[in-house]
């Protein structure tokens, strides 16, 4: 079993709040679900990651906020505060492995 701190290392980049925020300002990106842009503007989404492309499928399994743009994903992760290994997401899809 892969342990949670491992699925992070691994799969989660980079914070991008600025990029994606800048993208979207831009407009530089379009045509994401409607979903995304409703969590954006009701605020429920609090930081975007670059992450992989085969862990954005797990986190899309378990109903995160994933944009899939200009070849990248971020995933629009709704809680902060914590380490990104303590999320329950995290437990939930590290279980699966």
Do not use: H
Not at 32 to 38: A, G, H, K, M
Not at 70 to 97: E, H, N, P
């Amino acid at each position: 079993m892969i342990s949670e701190r491992q699925l992070v290392e691994n799969n989660v980049l980079y914070g991008q709040n600025e990029v994606v925020f800048e993208l979207l300002k831009t407009s530089a990106i379009d045509g994401f679900d409607d979903s995304i842009y409703e969590a954006i503007y009701q605020e429920e989404i609090l930081e975007w990651w670059l992450v992989t492309e085969p862990f954005s499928r797990f986190l899309k399994a378990e109903g995160e906020y994933i944009l899939e743009a200009l070849d990248c994903y971020w995933w629009g992760r709704t809680c902060s505060g914590q380490a990104i290994y303590m999320d329950s997401v995290i437990s939930d899809i590290a279980r699966k492995f």
